[in-house]
């Protein structure tokens, strides 16, 4: 081949990362395949154990399950990948069965990085998808800038704090509080510009002193939260945050 024809030869097409899908329900296996497949390499799973043996085989960049399987369910599976070191690097999405607040916090509490709640609605599973796809992925969930009162309920009494920054996962909470890692309190605190106001059991993550930028407080994770202040929750930043790789035809 001459050197010319070096030259003009395309690029080859970087490999897709992997996606594992677990459901029982063969339908919704196939729905969700579907929604993913220009997201990434998709393989399918049944059950927990079938998941585990793939995830350990093939290493997917994402694992996107359901939450109620018999046998080793969603939780159970998430647990187990959280544990094994040679996974450590698999992000998790559980699919809910209808946003129950208790189903949502058996995910978090299981290690979940995320979750979403049937039915499925194809762009915001593509979104968040590809948000773990991409090659230098922030963990995170995407955050907005906010100042609203919240109130924390103690074991005794109650104590005030400012929400600063909030995404649809957890939020910062600028406190003098010293409250233990992964210690679980129900927060409560409205949402700027809006009637609606969100209660739920929060999870502290990580803490900051007062040489953080946000000065003293907690990064708390949302635990127990309904389904219907998850939406309002989820409207709540979306509007706020420009996501222009989420659109359908994206």
Known sequence: MSEAARAVSPAPAPELPTVLVVDDISMFRDLISS??????????????????????????RLIVSDLEMPGMDGAALCQTVREDPELAGTHFLMI???????????????????????????????????????????????????????????????????ALNLSRGGVFVRTDLRLPMRSEWRIRFPLPESDAELTSTAMVVWRADERSPLGPGLGMRFVELDARAARALD?????????PQLSPSA
């Not at 979940?112 to 948000?131: F, N, Y």
């Not at 090659?135 to 005794?156: F, H």
């Not at 409207?235 to 996501?243: A, G, L």
């Open 235 to 243: 409207d709540f930043v979306y509007e706020r945050t420009p996501n």
């Open 96 to 162: 809910l069965p209808d946003g129950n607040a208790r189903d949502r916090a058996r995910a978090i509490r299981a290690g979940a990085d995320d979750v979403l709640s049937k039915p499925l609605q194809r762009v915001d599973l593509l979104g968040t998808a590809r948000r773990f796809l991409a090659e230098n992925t922030v963990r995170g969930l995407p955050r907005v800038a906010v100042e609203a009162p919240v109130t924390i309920y103690l074991a005794k009494g109650r104590a005030r704090g400012q």
């Open 35 to 60: 929604f993913l497949a220009r997201a990434g390499r998709v393989i399918t799973a049944s059950d927990g154990e079938e998941a585990l043996a793939l995830a350990r085989r093939e290493r997917p």
